[in-house]
């Protein structure tokens, strides 16, 4: 944001940090034998799932890690969503927000589809809910109920339309079908796809330059992508070659269509 307002002495200083920053979380708190960062550089008794979902999600973690990170994370896994181990039999939908944007920062979209699948799936289809917000958290035993041990004075407190757990909304658009912003208003933007199990995804959005909108098929022999675009925009396609690890990079402008035969 800072380099968008032209600070640039502002931007240097906060990348310098960043950086610093990044060696220190990499070196100091990698656990290796259990793939994940833990909870401190002095306790490696938890292996939190907000830092290591938030390491996934804007690729603190170095790119030999990510994988690993994503893999780990599904060890907290249950049917019903993902138990957070820095707050027992609580199941945290803003964390797991988070996480399933990190599984997709990882390139492992079927894994995050199965969480989305697991969670807001179970939530949206439990004729106790709402059927269209989501919940701010609830009980590894299926209950409604958050932060009885820290925090909240009783479950009665506990949000059922609670926005920072909306995560899979925007997850789908940004990584699933791959469309996003680079710049302000979309004067650049990239499209990169990541299909896991699905055979089909269209998502769209409006800013003030314009519509923007994507789909894509998967077929037997490959893919088709299409995109709609304002014109005066420039675009970076991260399109997969074979698998979802073998990426081709094109630079467009303005609105096309491309099909893939592997």
Do not use: C
């Not at 106790?128 to 989501?134: F, I």
């Not at 004075?153 to 506990?158: C, D, E, L, V």
């Not at 059922?160 to 650049?188: F, I, N, Q």
């Not at 970076?236 to 096309?256: C, D, F, H, Q, Y």
Request: cysteine-free; overall charge negative.
């Amino acid at each position: 944001m800072a380099r968008w307002k032209d600070e640039t002495a502002r931007s240097s200083t906060w990348w310098a940090q960043a950086d610093a920053l990044q060696v220190i979380i990499n070196t100091q708190y990698w656990d290796d034998s259990a793939g994940a960062f833990k909870e401190s550089d002095v306790d490696a008794s938890i292996h939190p799932q907000d830092g290591n979902s938030l390491a996934l999600s804007y690729s603190v973690a170095d790119a030999s890690k990510m994988s690993k990170i994503s893999s780990s994370l599904t060890k907290n896994w249950i049917e019903i969503g993902a138990v957070s181990p820095e707050l027992p039999h609580n199941i945290v939908t803003f964390i797991e927000s988070i996480e399933v944007k990190g599984h997709f920062a990882a390139r492992q979209p079927t894994r995050a589809l199965d969480l989305i699948r697991r969670s807001w799936g179970w939530y949206l289809d439990n004729p106790l809910g709402t059927g269209s917000t989501t919940i701010e958290g609830y009980r590894d035993d299926g209950t409604f109920g958050y932060r009885s041990e820290k925090g909240y004075p009783s479950f009665s407190y506990t949000s059922h339309a609670h926005g920072w757990g909306s995560g899979p909304t925007d997850a789908l658009t940004t990584y699933l079908v791959g469309l996003r912003v680079t710049e302000p208003g979309g004067s650049s933007w990239n499209l990169s796809p990541q299909f896991g199990d699905l055979k089909h995804a269209e998502a769209g959005f409006t800013t003030p330059r314009g519509k923007f909108l994507a789909a894509w098929d998967v077929k037997d022999d490959g893919y088709a992508i299409g995109w709609a675009v304002p014109e005066d925009t420039d675009g970076t396609l991260i399109l997969p070659a074979r698998g979802e690890m073998n990426l081709v990079t094109l630079k467009v402008k303005g609105s096309g269509d491309i099909s893939v035969k592997y």
